[in-house]
């Protein structure tokens, strides 16, 4: 029968006067992915880091496979991989040497992290680099070989702090699909991401933490079906029409709009339906303000997000995204 | 999964001191292949050392004097022990580098033994001390430094260096894991070695110093060892000296040892 993995009873950390974590209840079932959601500072590298050991906990009980962080540390490290948000390999070192020496520090047999270090690489389509120094990878290389340090030995629980962030979209989906591979072997995984669409993909439950507290907690249906209903959107052609529309639509008696003045949108949650839209659509015509886009779509976990935290998930998420991946220089 | 089957849950293996050492020739053997493969590391921390030779035997050397001997033969042993300092600063930038690149987070998370990082990298850094102190030997020899002991003795003189070297590579790796900065570790770094260095018989005899200083400069640990190893390598009397450094060496080594390794496991927590 499966238990529980990771089970978090109100922990608590702070940093001098800074409270990071006030009182995280968490839980995580074997084999499956826990989506860990939050803008940035919320205190999700915290919690991380408290689950592997790196801090202390100030108050609360963490417990990751069976291992209290505290009192049994030691065992506790032996079952967990770490991949963290800033790609933690040796860069004067090839690949396969530095893969096998986190194989050596977790006290794996030569043979056995010889073995599973060529493994690692040649599913992480590093074979062929295998033997050159990490300086000439790519900065989607060294994600994929810090992920496959974390998985030297096994471990039974995997935490990837924003595992994808800055990845170019075919590397994330590469990592993806792995991630999905590992979860179906029984390897239970905390995920933290900036990505919506990441965690709606992967993760089975997902908790919102924000200011160091957890806000909302479920599934991705769940926390969607929360919002109700769904959203109206619409997309002005004139910037300087922005301030009227949202007039309009607020005037429509379901809340006020939320502006994104970049995009030049307008987004408003409601229960209204098609007749809604109709109705919105008559007003824009009558206002004579240009539209390039109405519409009405399901809620998006970036709209939930935003309804959670009064903040998108991260504002420049979608900015950072690279173009095309930098490929190794040699 | 690629066939190796379930995940594992493992019982920590009960840390030994075979699986201690282990992992400190890991981490050593990371950091020696990270020194074989940035040689030019290698000269510049050589170069330091070579350049105070030259000042002190050609700028400074003619106008001090030193009691009963040539200047190049009182000044050269002292050489000697600034190029393994030198060589331990490169402990603490190295160590800041490691914490800032988050390399010694994934090092904490791992099972292996806590003294592992430090151990493994002081004794990495001692060959990149030990080279320096090779080139200094050769580029005093051709600079008119002569032995004038037996081979036993001056290679106790060289043991005697690379002891105090090691002692001192602690300390700098305290700095380094304290600072979190390589740039800050490198200043901090300069500033027990010129205390060291110029508050002693290292260039000049202390005699020649104000009274209140003499205490300090004849006593201080790097001063004795440069006595000592003057006798060993220039003939005298050892015995006093030498046990003076070794003391200082085994104190520096215990006490910076057990802070660095406190400062490593609290860091950050």
Redesign the interface.
């Known amino acids: 029968m499966p238990g529980s993995m990771i089970e978090v009873e109100g922990v608590g950390k702070r940093f001098g006067s800074t409270v990071a974590l006030a009182g995280v209840d968490l839980s995580a079932e074997q084999g499956k992915v826990l989506g860990l959601l939050g803008p940035n500072g919320a205190g999700k590298t915290t919690l991380v880091r408290i689950l592997t050991t790196l801090l202390k906990p100030d108050a609360g009980t963490a417990r990751v496979a069976g291992y209290d962080v505290v009192a049994d540390a030691g065992s506790l490290r032996s079952s967990i991989g770490l991949a963290g948000q800033y790609a933690a390999v040796d860069e004067l070192l090839t690949g396969r040497e530095n893969l096998e020496l986190v194989g050596l520090w977790y006290h794996l047999r030569r043979v056995e992290y010889r073995r599973r270090a060529g493994e690692l690489l040649e599913r992480f389509a590093l074979t062929d680099a295998a033997d050159r120094l990490v300086k000439g990878y790519s900065g989607g290389m060294r994600r994929r070989l810090d992920v496959a340090a974390s998985l030297v030995a096994n471990p039974g629980v995997l935490f990837l702090d924003e595992p994808t962030t800055g990845l170019d979209p075919r590397t994330r989906n590469d990592l993806w699909l792995f991630i999905e591979e590992l979860v179906a072997s029984g390897t239970t995984v905390l995920l933290t991401t900036q990505y919506m669409e990441e965690a709606e993909r992967l993760a089975n439950q997902i908790v919102v933490i924000d200011a160091g507290k957890v806000i909302a907690r479920g599934t991705a249906l769940e926390l969607k079906d929360r919002m109700g209903g769904a959203v109206l959107e619409a997309r002005v052609r004139d910037p300087k029409d922005m301030a009227r529309a949202a007039e309009l639509l607020g005037a429509l008696g379901e809340g006020q709009p939320r502006a994104n003045p970049d995009q030049q949108t307008l987004s408003l949650a409601t229960k209204g339906g098609t007749s809604l839209l109709i109705e919105a659509g008559r007003r824009f015509e009558q206002e004579c303000i240009t539209l390039d886009d109405l519409g009405i779509r399901r809620p998006s976990l970036d709209d939930v997000f935003l309804a959670l935290t009064g903040a998108p998930p991260n504002d420049h998420a979608i900015s950072q995204l690279p173009a095309e991946p930098v490929e190794a220089q040699r | ?13 009960r ?1 030994t001191p075979r ?1 201690a050492l ?2 400190t020739a ?1 981490v050593a ?2 950091n020696l ?2 020194i074989w ?2 040689p030019q590391m290698l000269i510049i921390s050589a170069i330091q050392p070579a350049l105070l030779l030259v000042l002190f035997r050609y700028v400074l050397g003619g106008a001090i004097e030193v009691p009963g001997g040539k200047y190049v033969d009182y000044v050269v042993p002292a050489v000697f022990l600034e190029a393994v300092l030198i060589g331990g600063m490169t402990t603490s930038i190295g160590l800041a580098q490691d914490l800032k ?3 010694i ?8 033994a806590r003294s ?1 990082v430090l151990a493994g990298r002081t004794l990495a850094d001692l060959s990149r001390s030990i080279t320096s102190l090779a080139i200094m030997v050769g580029l005093g020899l051709a600079v008119g430094f002569r032995f004038n002991n037996n081979l036993v003795a001056i290679a106790a003189g060289l043991a005697l260096v690379v002891v105090f070297g090691y002692a001192f590579s602690w300390l700098y790796a305290a700095i380094g894991l304290a600072t979190k900065d390589p740039e800050t570790a490198q200043v901090a770094g300069i500033l027990p070695f010129f205390v060291l260095m110029f508050a002693s018989n290292a260039i000049v005899p202390v005699s020649d110093m104000p009274g209140w200083l003499q205490g300090f400069a004849r006593n201080q640990p790097l001063s004795v060892t440069v006595s000592a190893v003057r006798a060993l390598m220039e003939g005298g009397p050892v015995a006093h000296w030498a046990w003076q450094s070794l003391a200082w060496s085994a104190s520096i080594l215990l006490v910076f040892f057990a802070l660095a390794l406190h400062i490593y496991r609290t860091s ?2």
Do not use: E, Q, W, Y
Not at chain 2, 105 to 112: A, G
């Open positions: 999964m690629t066939g190796t089957g379930a995940p594992a849950i493992r019982h920590a293996v840390m699986l282990s992992d890991g053997k990371r292949l990270r493969r940035t690149s988050g390399i987070d994934r090092f904490r998370s791992l099972p292996m592992a950050a927590s």
